[in-house]
């Protein structure tokens, strides 16, 4: 029998590198039940290990970490231990037989899956298997899944694909594809349990974590940036004046267009940071300002390579500022919730527990069948843009219905 990991002996419940899995203890046995089988431990089933995983959950339940996690306990040899090569160049990104896709634009390409799928029938460099993982399963286009599909259903032997998406609906990943995965349902982490994290291992003031995780809704890497970035505070704060600063049709349109505008400042203040960045390293790969023979040539030839990076940054700033925007209208069914919750005379704790007065205000104003109307109103809006409607066509539409909302109660 092979020597039992440290961690183990010491009797705690798992590997170090799944520490960062919030809330999700049934997940985390069964991954390390598949870490053991990889192994072949003595009275575990072999057939708790498996060549396709798909890690679903609602948005910021840790899809992504828990497969680069598991992704790292597979390559480990002391199966997860969180401080040798394999595990930190797993979560640096970096591990040479981890390949991941993440898409940079709305979709993943047919090209960039053939790749990927060609690299990845190879045999291990270094680690124990050849590992895919797939951020956004749930953006393959039509063409990218099928390449996948082909992969998964004649894995090559040590190659393992670990796949995240929002759920297993047809929607989301196809029906062949999740049919060929076994699924690892993710659950929304509840607001102590972040809070306990934010505390403990980010060193947040116990204050600050709890209302972080408290306004967060479940999203811990939204819970993380508000407990520690100020300017993501303020910008809450004003997306969540919206509510009580429509007085007049004028308002509407005034209102949509600042909403709009600080979702695209604040995406394209990440974006410009992360292309130039991005450009510049690029360009001293390809030797830019060179000035010796041939330089004239090469700098032609990069010159589309730069271009292409471009084209790809183009895409990934709209991606970026859908992104911003979504979180931005979260934040405000959140306070409708909150405000639905009020009007019907309860008094749970509020998701929004800094702004009380405002949330009495709006619920004073709406009553329950407003408050539910302006729910939806925001949730058609998310879907809307979703289903690629302009986003200020969606957004109008949304904001006037608010408005008009608090306009009829205040008319019957
Ligand atoms: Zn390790």
């Keep these: 029998m092979s020597e039992a990991p440290e961690w183990l002996m010491q009797g705690l419940a798992h590997a170090p590198v799944f520490d960062d899995l919030i809330g999700q203890q049934h997940a985390i046995e069964e991954l390390s039940l598949a870490v053991a089988a990889s192994h072949g431990d003595p009275g575990v089933p072999g057939a708790a290990m498996t060549h396709a995983w798909l890690f679903t959950g609602p948005a910021g339940s840790g899809r992504s970490v828990a497969a680069r996690a598991f992704a790292a306990a597979l390559q480990c040899a002391d199966r997860g231990c969180g401080h ?12 040479s037989d981890v390949r991941a896709v993440i898409p940079e634009g709305l979709t993943i390409s047919v090209k960039e899956m ?16 050849q590992i895919v993982l797939i951020e956004d399963a749930d953006r393959l286009t039509e063409g990218a899944s ?8 004649e894995p090559a032997e040590h190659t393992v694909f670990l796949l995240c998406a929002p759920s297993t609906h047809p929607d989301d990943v196809s029906v062949t594809i999740r049919s060929r995965c076994r699924v690892v349902g993710l659950r929304t982490p509840s607001a102590p349990a972040i809070a306990d994290v934010l505390a403990r291992r980010d060193g947040v003031d116990p ?21 520690r970035d100020e300017q993501a505070r303020e910008q809450r ?14 308002d509407v349109f005034e209102q949509s267009a600042e909403l709009l505008a600080r979702a695209k400042g604040e995406a394209s203040s990440m ?39 471009e084209r790809r940054q183009k895409s990934r700033a709209t991606r970026t500022e859908r992104d911003v925007l979504d979180r931005a209208l979260v934040d405000l069914s959140g ?22 007065g405002q949330v009495d205000a709006v619920a004073k104003r709406l009553g329950p069948d407003g ?16 289903l690629n409607v302009k986003p200020q066509i969606a957004i109008e539409a949304m904001v006037m219905a608010l408005f008009a909302g608090g306009q009829r109660r205040r008319s019957a």
């Design 84 to 95: 040798c090569s394999h595990c930190r160049t797993v979560a640096a990104h970096t591990h």
């Design 114 to 129: 053939r790749q990927v799928v060609q690299l990845a029938a190879r045999s291990p460099a270094a680690g124990r298997y």
């Design 146 to 153: 099928n390449a996948l599909l082909k992969a998964v259903e």
């Design 207 to 227: 204050e600050t974590a709890h209302w972080a995780a408290s306004v967060a809704a479940g999203h811990v890497g939204r819970a993380r940036r508000l407990a």
């Design 237 to 250: 704060r004003q997306v969540l004046a919206l509510p009580t600063s429509l007085a007049s049709v004028a």
């Design 271 to 309: 974006s410009q940071t992360r292309d130039a960045a991005e450009i510049e390293e690029l360009k001293t790969a390809l030797g830019a300002g060179g000035t010796g023979k041939g330089a004239v040539g090469a700098a032609r030839g990069s010159a589309g390579v730069v271009k292409e990076m």
């Design 335 to 356: 306070f409708y919730r909150d405000v639905l919750a009020r009007s019907l005379g309860s008094t749970a704790p509020l998701l929004n527990p800094d702004m009380p």
């Design 371 to 386: 408050a539910l109307a302006a729910v939806d109103a925001v949730l058609a809006c998310r879907e809307a843009i979703e």
